[in-house]
T-cell receptor, first 113, second 112 residues
Framework: ETGVTQSPTHLIKTRGQQVTLRCSSQ?????VSWYQQALGQGPQFIFQ???????GRGNFPPRFSGLQFPNYSSELNVNALELDDSALYLC????????????FGQGTRLTVV | RKEVEQDPGPFNVPEGATVAFNCTYS??????FFWYRQDCRKEPKLLMS???SGNEDGRFTAQLNRASQYISLLIRDSKLSDSATYLC?????????????FGQGTILTVHP
């Protein structure tokens, strides 16, 4: 087990709705990155949070937003859901001090209907 | 052109076979390189980091050629349990640390 937990594990939403996904990082890790993985594709970087600040963003529209809390847990919010947002959403925690691997949570599978 | 490109396969090999995966990356500023393994409907897990000098972990050997911007993974004596998707991953490093760029993955199926 990586110590990175995500909730919920599965979610079904209707187009146009909003969704919040949650991630608890591994103990000692202050950086959380979010990825979207569509079926048959590799994960794509959405954004990263370091010490409660956004620290870089991939090619995703502003309706994808996030937060990081003082305990380094994080949320991913998606507004105005589209059918193409259906994917596995992964969070990864890592430490900025030294070169360490990124540990992934089990993911949240979002289906937009 | 994608930043990280892999042959998606699928690769179908018998137990005991040797199989090689290749990957190319486009950003010469990339500093860290990895192979991740992803089982069906699970999260990616680090298989091994890749170094310029090449590195080996049991049946797995990874190589990096910075001049050609090419990464490889060799699996010897394949086991049924090696069946998975193998993801080539690149990190630009510096302030980009932790922002991983993934290839689309290569599917491997090892059969009896």
């Amino acid at each position: 087990e990586t110590g990175v937990t995500q909730s919920p594990t599965h979610l079904i939403k209707t187009r146009g709705q909003q969704v919040t996904l949650r991630c608890s990082s591994q103990s000692g890790h202050n950086t959380v990155s979010w990825y979207q993985q569509a079926l048959g594709q590799g994960p794509q970087f959405i954004f990263q949070y370091y010490r409660e600040e956004e620290n870089g963003r991939g090619n995703f529209p502003p309706r994808f937003s996030g937060l990081q809390f003082p305990n380094y847990s994080s949320e991913l919010n998606v507004n105005a859901l589209e059918l193409d947002d259906s994917a596995l959403y992964l969070c990864a925690s890592s430490s900025k001090t030294g070169v360490t691997e990124a540990f992934f949570g089990q993911g949240t599978r979002l289906t937009v209907v | 052109r994608k930043e990280v490109e892999q042959d998606p396969g699928p690769f179908n090999v018998p137990e005991g076979a040797t199989v090689a995966f290749n990957c190319t990356y486009s950003n010469s500023a990339s500093q860290s390189f990895f192979w991740y393994r992803q089982d069906c409907r699970k999260e990616p897990k680090l298989l091994m980091s890749v170094y310029s000098s090449g590195n080996e972990d049991g049946r797995f050997t990874a190589q990096l050629n910075r001049a050609s911007q090419y990464i490889s993974l060799l699996i010897r004596d394949s086991k049924l349990s090696d069946s998975a998707t193998y993801l080539c991953v690149v990190n630009k490093g510096g302030t980009s640390y932790g922002k991983l760029t993934f290839g689309q993955g290569t599917i491997l199926t090892v059969h009896p």
